[in-house]
């Protein structure tokens, strides 16, 4: 039936089968909410409702039917802060459901993909984690053609954070050849990418520190050299002016000072802020520092990049652990604990649920 219809589409038109698809729609969709700030790794004010109302869209806005989320470290932060009641989650796979006017790139029936961000226009709404899901069309794009969603939906919010944080290095990537780079954490999600877009983007040697029984699974995406961080760091191996990038993902404190010596003029040191570290006070000469922060939501440009990447296999996801929605506590504290290598996955709905009528 939902194949038979989107054939339909080309003649009859989106606002058609917009408005059928709202017909159809639930009023009511279960999500998981959180009731208030709570002490970071406490998460009993998170609860999974069945009665939060379903959003409905704005002039170029689109409502997602979400088959697959994930958990990201920013979403256990942000409950020390959050005021409730508020639907949580960023990553989002899953289809078009209904699309407003000035969403001129999405047809009802896409599969599409995004991170939410804290930018998301209505903040109580904010939330993957749901049935439904409201974005802004410019925040959406078509997810890559060789991922299902549970795969997809592990990779926008950390890997736009790493594609966006080396595009802002800017000079090492346009004019040097056999870049050397180092990615201070590999085997969480930051890493895994940070790791493949090295390699997509044609550096010759990449750096990683991790527990040695990840170290095959970093070397087969593209991870040169790992260190065992339990027993020497990565600037025991590297001689001085040898770096031409650092992309501090876990952000300790002492990095940057560490890292200044290996890095070569020229060169750029990222920080990702996550574990009280900072930028250096004494940076060496012709050296960029960049404190990015995290990707506040998505853009359409830059998902469409990453879809190229995973469609020519150059972005792989790896997922550690799968949850249904109704275990999200079970989730959180996998990621918290770092139980998982790679990313933590949520089960919302199965393909064969997503339907238009």
């Not at 410019?138 to 991922?147: K, R």
């Amino acid at each position: 039936m939902v194949m038979r219809m989107l054939s339909m589409s080309a003649v009859l038109g989106s606002s058609f089968f917009s408005a059928i698809a709202q017909a159809t729609l639930p009023t009511t969709m279960r999500a998981v909410v959180t009731a208030g700030p709570a002490a970071e790794g406490d998460f009993s004010n998170v609860k999974l409702v069945t009665d939060q109302p379903v959003p409905v869209p704005a002039w170029g806005q689109a409502l997602i039917k979400v088959s697959a989320s994930s958990v990201n470290p920013v979403d256990y932060k942000l409950l020390t802060m959050l005021d409730g009641p508020k639907v949580l989650g960023f990553d989002v796979a899953g289809t078009v459901v209904k699309a407003e006017t000035g969403c001129w790139r999405l047809n009802i029936g896409d599969r599409v993909w995004a991170d939410l961000g804290m930018s998301t226009p209505s903040p109580v709404q904010l939330g993957a984690w749901a049935e439904y899901a409201l974005a802004d069309c410019d925040q959406i794009s078509e997810m890559p053609t060789n991922l299902d969603f549970p795969s997809a939906a592990v990779l926008p919010l950390v890997s736009l954070t790493d594609y966006q944080a080396y595009k802002k290095a800017g000079s090492p990537w346009l004019f040097t050849p056999n870049l050397t780079v180092v990615v201070t954490s590999g085997s969480g999600g930051t890493g895994i990418s940070a790791i493949q877009m090295a390699k997509a983007y044609s550096a010759t040697r990449i750096i990683t520190a991790s527990s040695p029984e990840n170290f095959d699974l970093l070397k087969g995406l593209g991870a040169t050299d790992v260190v065992d961080y339990h027993t020497s760091t990565i600037w025991d191996l590297l001689p001085e002016n040898s770096v031409d990038v650092v992309y501090d993902n876990y952000g300790a404190p002492g990095t940057a000072d560490a890292a200044m010596p290996s890095l070569r003029s020229g060169g750029a040191y990222i920080f990702l802020p996550g574990h009280d570290g900072n930028l250096s006070s004494n940076p060496k000469e012709g050296v960029t520092q960049i404190n990015f922060g995290l990707c506040d939501a998505s853009n359409y440009e830059d998902l469409d990049a990453l879809a190229s990447f995973a469609n020519q296999g150059k972005l792989k996801p790896v997922i550690g652990q799968t949850f249904a929605l109704e275990n999200i506590v079970q989730a959180l504290n996998a990621s918290f604990t770092g139980q998982a290598v790679g990313k933590v996955s949520i089960t919302i709905s199965q393909e064969s649920e997503v339907a238009l009528v």
